[in-house]
Each structure stands twice: as structure tokens, then as C-alpha cells.
């Protein structure tokens, strides 16, 4: 769809905006939709979601320039992140620890279901109708959504919240802004600097970099000294495994991403396929990507272990990566098929093994802001994965260009080229071969940076220790992976200036001291940072918020 969408516009250069608007507010606002589920319940805020998924979509279709088209996008975004949010938090309300992988597992399959043939319909519908009704045809899914959630999600979770004015003014609006322009100026800066080709001096390269500076510095403040609801929890950056597991988050999605984006695009250009065929090869990425989530969530549920699944599945993304880049234009169809199932298998073990592992490390109480963290690190791979792959791309098929396209309108042609990835296919043989052999070096360096994140990422979990997993034969009675009720005693810590007081469940770990290590941090941030109006994470407060990670009733085993 992307080179029919640009090619209508004329801005094929800007055409990574219209993936980076949407994974730019995916980063943004989906730690807000785990606060809207405490205040609209679950259906109000898996609602809100679907208001805002269907509208972005309907303005797509109807878009009249790049623009409003990037802006539509963005809208679509701030809905796709909450009703990934909202549906976690449903299944969370309903099953165990240990149960959960298989469950998310499940739920993989049917997202991949999605990933895998919305792709080639889209292309199919993009060369039958235009690519405007490859969004229309999405409306009557919302639809049909909204309908079957107000039939059956009417399930009432247990707490008591204070009045919505009151809760809503504990989100973290100021931090999710300044996180949101701090990205936003740093894509405006690799999109001026590298698609744009502007020199370092230009105003738009210099102003772009020093906001994006100086958005992150308050970004930071904002977190650690003023934020009720802090969407980072600060002290979490202080521990092993949250940090390795969020730098690995950050890495897989940089290299999924990366990849995903800029395949269909390989056949299109070097190999000169129709959008609808070059949409196919990434079906067997979803389904790979579905099996091995399923896979991952079966296996842990079985044995109440992640290491070595981890271990033995979790470079397969790398021989992926690799793999993706060997393709040549003569490829044989097993290779130009196949060569991206093993970065779909893997990513979907990694990301599932990674989840479970975060969250067996962490205490009870810091269950949801732990959540919270690992996705907010995955959020920003997947904007940084789209961004400094476009900025990689577009600067080499630049210098690839004009080392192959000489003469006096050889600047004109070059800026065509750049603009228009349909054009290749028409251009005469002598321009076609340069145009096609520059886009094959612009795409190959995109494949070996995914494959340099994959294998760093790799390096970066083998620290990471196993675990046994709650309902596992070692430690069946416990009802979390951190401690027993038995073993687990809370500690009061009341603000010398209020009444209010933050509890912290403080657990021995039969395996390690991690978890009370863990604890000692969270208690000792909180004293050093002591306001009677902040508190460390957005589901345990202390207006009796029902908390999306406890277990109402009886978990589904």
C-alpha cells in the first residue's frame, strides 16, 4: 500500500510517517488506557479505544494529502494501543500468572491472524479498488466490535473508585507529553536530517535535535519528581532484570519492525512485484509469529520455566535477520518465502519468555507498573525501529542513486526516484537497473542493522536467571511467582504530612534475595521522594481502584 499511497501523493519520502505517526501514539498513550479502565470500567475504556481506531481510519480513507493522511494515522494509533491495553488487562483480570502465557498465547494467534492477511488484502484491495478502500472496508470490524463487547463484556471487576474528576487528574498527562514531543522532535530530526538530506546547520535539523533534548530532560523531571501516576516507574531503572528485559523489548521491536516495514517493499522494487504479492510474503511471518507465541505460552505453562525456551528459540530472529539479507532479486522462492519465518518464530518466543520473566521478578504490588514498563520500552523500539530504519534507508538510496544517475537532470530524476518507489517499474532499462540495484543496497543495510539489534538483543538476556512459575509442581501453592501469602508481610509508609499511605508488599524469595531487593529500592524511592500526592504505580492506590493485574473470582487454569 505504501508505494501506491506515496506514489498518489508524491512524497515517498515522507511515507515512514505514516507507520511512525501511529506507533508514535501507540508509545504514548497506552499506559493512559490501564488508568481509563479503573475510571470508565473495561468496556467504557475498550470503547474509547475503538471511538478513536474507527475514527482515524475513517479520516484515512477520506484523506486528501500526506498530511491529514499522517494525522489520521496518528488517531488510529492512540485507539490500536488501547485496545491492545485493554484486552491485556481483561485477561489478566481472569487468569494466573503461569496460565497467562497460554492464554496471551491464543490471544497471538488471532492478532497474527490479522497481521498476516491484512497485508495482502490490503495490497489486493489497494490494485482492485484503491488503496483509500483497503481503510473503508476496516469500518464494519469496529462496528461489529463494539457490538459484541456491549453484549458480553459486562463483567463488574471489585473495588470502589473515588469520583472520575478526581481519578482522571492523577493521569500522567504531563509525562506521556513530554515523552510524546521527545520522540516526535527526535523523528522530526532523523526525518529532516536523513530523508529531507538537510544539512546540520538547517534550522529544522537544529531546532528538532535541541527540543528533543530538552523534552526528554523533562520527561524525566516530570517522572521522578512531580507525576501522581508516573508512566515510567523511576525505580525500576535501578533494577537488573526490569532493565534488561526493557532493553531487550526495545532491541526485538527495533529489529521486527525494521524488518516488517521494509520487506514488501524489496519485492516491489528490486524484484518489481504488485502490491497485492508483495503483501503475501508477510503472511508467513504472522503465522510463524502466531505458532510461536502459542508454543511459547504452552511450553511455560507445561513446565513453569522460560530460560531455556529463551535460550535455544531466542536467536532465531538473528538467523532471520541474516538470512533476509541474502536475498538477491534470482532468490528461489523458499528463501524469498521463507526466510522471515525464523524472525517471526523467535520474536514471538522472545517477547512472550520476556513477559513472564519481568513478571515473575517483580513483587505483587508492582505487578502493573512492571507491565507498563516493559511495553512503554517495546513501544519506543517499534517507533525507533520504523524511524532510524527509514533515516538508514533514505540516506543510503540517496548516495546509491547519485553514484549510479550522472547528467544534468540527473538531481530531478534522483528526487523522482526517491519520491515515487512505483516509478522503477516504468522507468527505461538503463535507469531501472540503477534505480533498482540502489534500492537493493538502501534495503540491505536496513536487514543487517535488524540483524546487529537481534543479536545484541540476545547478548543482553542471557543474565537474566530462570524461575519457577506459580502452580508449577515445585511451588504449586503459590499464587504468584514472587512469594506465598504466607511469606509475604506489608509495610506502611506514611507521609509525615498527610494521612495518605502506600503499601508495599515485601516478599521472600525461596530462590534469591531479588525480589526483597527489589522491595528495599521501591521503599527507599519512595521516602527519598516523599509527596503525599504520588504514588509509584497506576493500579495500586489507595482510593480502592479495583486493580487490573489481581485475580477476580476463580482463575481459569
Given at each position: 500500500m505504501l508505494p501506491s499511497i506515496s506514489s498518489e501523493f508524491n512524497k515517498s519520502n515522507q511515507a515512514s510517517w505514516l507507520g511512525t505517526s501511529y506507533l508514535l501514539a501507540t508509545c504514548t498513550f497506552t499506559p493512559l488506557y490501564g488508568r481509563l479502565s479503573n475510571v470508565l470500567g473495561r468496556r467504557g475504556a475498550n470503547h474509547t479505544a475503538l471511538l478513536f481506531a474507527g475514527l482515524g481510519?475513517?479520516?484515512?480513507?477520506l484523506s486528501k494529502n500526506m498530511e491529514t493522511l499522517i494525522l489520521a494515522r496518528f488517531l488510529s494509533g492512540i485507539g490500536g494501543g488501547g485496545l491492545m491495553t485493554t484486552s491485556s488487562i481483561i485477561v489478566s483480570d481472569m487468569y494466573s500468572l503461569r496460565s497467562r502465557g497460554l492464554t496471551q498465547g491464543v490471544q497471538s494467534v488471532f492478532g497474527g491472524l490479522g497481521m498476516g492477511f491484512g497485508g495482502p488484502l490490503g495490497g489486493l484491495i489497494t490494485d482492485w479498488l484503491g488503496w483509500r478502500w483497503a481503510f473503508l472496508i476496516q469500518l464494519p470490524v469496529f462496528a461489529l466490535s463494539y457490538v459484541l463487547t456491549s453484549m458480553n463484556l459486562d463483567y463488574v471487576t471489585e473495588g470502589k473508585g473515588k469520583s472520575t474528576?478526581?481519578?482522571?487528574?492523577?493521569?500522567?498527562?504531563?509525562?506521556?507529553?513530554?515523552?510524546?514531543m521527545a520522540v516526535g522532535s527526535c523523528l522530526v530530526f532523523l526525518s529532516a536530517k536523513y530523508n529531507e538530506g538537510l544539512e546540520w546547520t538547517h534550522p529544522s535539523v537544529m531546532i528538532s535535535a535541541v527540543l528533543a533534548g530538552v523534552f526528554f530532560v523533562l520527561f524525566v523531571v516530570i517522572e521522578i519528581?512531580?507525576?501522581?501516576?508516573?508512566?515510567l516507574a523511576p525505580y525500576l531503572l535501578k533494577q537488573k532484570i526490569p532493565v534488561l528485559v526493557g532493553i531487550s523489548n526495545f532491541l526485538v521491536a527495533t529489529c521486527n519492525f525494521s524488518i516488517m516495514y521494509f520487506l514488501p517493499m524489496w519485492f516491489q522494487t528490486v524484484v518489481i512485484q504488485r502490491a497485492s504479492i508483495a503483501g503475501l510474503h508477510l503472511l508467513p511471518n504472522s503465522i510463524s509469529m502466531s505458532t510461536g507465541s502459542l508454543f511459547a505460552g504452552w511450553i511455560m505453562h507445561v513446565t513453569g520455566r522460560y530460560k531455556?525456551?529463551?535460550?535455544?528459540?531466542?536467536i532465531l530472529?538473528?538467523?532471520g535477520a541474516v538470512l533476509t539479507y541474502r536475498l538477491e532479486e534470482d532468490s528461489g522462492w523458499f528463501l524469498s518465502w521463507f526466510s522471515i519465518v525464523p524472525s517471526g518464530f523467535g520474536n514471538a518466543v522472545v517477547l512472550q519468555t520476556m513477559l513472564i520473566a519481568l513478571l515473575v521478578h517483580l513483587p505483587e504490588s508492582s505487578m502493573a507498573v512492571g507491565t507498563g514498563f516493559?511495553?512503554?520500552?517495546r513501544g519506543i523500539g517499534q517507533v525507533g525501529g520504523v524511524a532510524v530504519s527509514s533515516a538508514l534507508f533514505q540516506s543510503r538510496l540517496d548516495a546509491e542513486l547519485r553514484k549510479r544517475i550522472t547528467g544534468p537532470d540527473a538531481s530531478d530524476i534522483i528526487t523522482r526516484i526517491r519520491q515515487n518507489a512505483r516509478l522503477v517499474a516504468t522507468l527505461p532499462p538503463d535507469l531501472k537497473a540503477a534505480a533498482q540495484e540502489s534500492y537493493k543496497q538502501g534495503l540491505k543495510s536496513v536487514f543487517l542493522f535488524a540483524a546487529c539489534m537481534t543479536l545484541l538483543a540476545y547478548l543482553v538476556r542471557l543474565p537474566i536467571p530462570d524461575k519457577q512459575l506459580e502452580n508449577s509442581p515445585k511451588h504449586g501453592h503459590r499464587t504468584h511467582g514472587v512469594t506465598s501469602p504466607s511469606e509475604s508481610v506489608t509495610v506502611?509508609?506514611?507521609?509525615?504530612?498527610?494521612?495518605s499511605m502506600v503499601?508495599?508488599?515485601?516478599?521472600v524469595n525461596r530462590e534469591g534475595d531479588e525480589d526483597e531487593e527489589f522491595d528495599d529500592d521501591e521503599e527507599q524511592f519512595l521516602i527519598k521522594n516523599r509527596n503525599p500526592k504520588r504514588r509509584v504505580s497506576t493500579y495500586d492506590t489507595e482510593d480502592e481502584v479495583a486493580d487490573p493485574d489481581a485475580n477476580y473470582g476463580t482463575p481459569h487454569a
Open positions: 481510519v475513517l479520516l484515512c480513507g474528576k478526581d481519578i482522571l487528574k492523577r493521569i500522567d498527562y504531563g509525562g506521556s507529553a513530554t515523552l510524546m519528581y512531580v507525576a501522581p501516576e508516573p508512566v531455556m525456551i529463551n535460550l535455544i528459540f531466542g530472529p538473528f538467523v516493559g511495553q512503554l520500552f506502611a509508609i506514611v507521609s509525615p504530612s498527610s494521612s503499601s508495599l508488599n515485601v516478599g
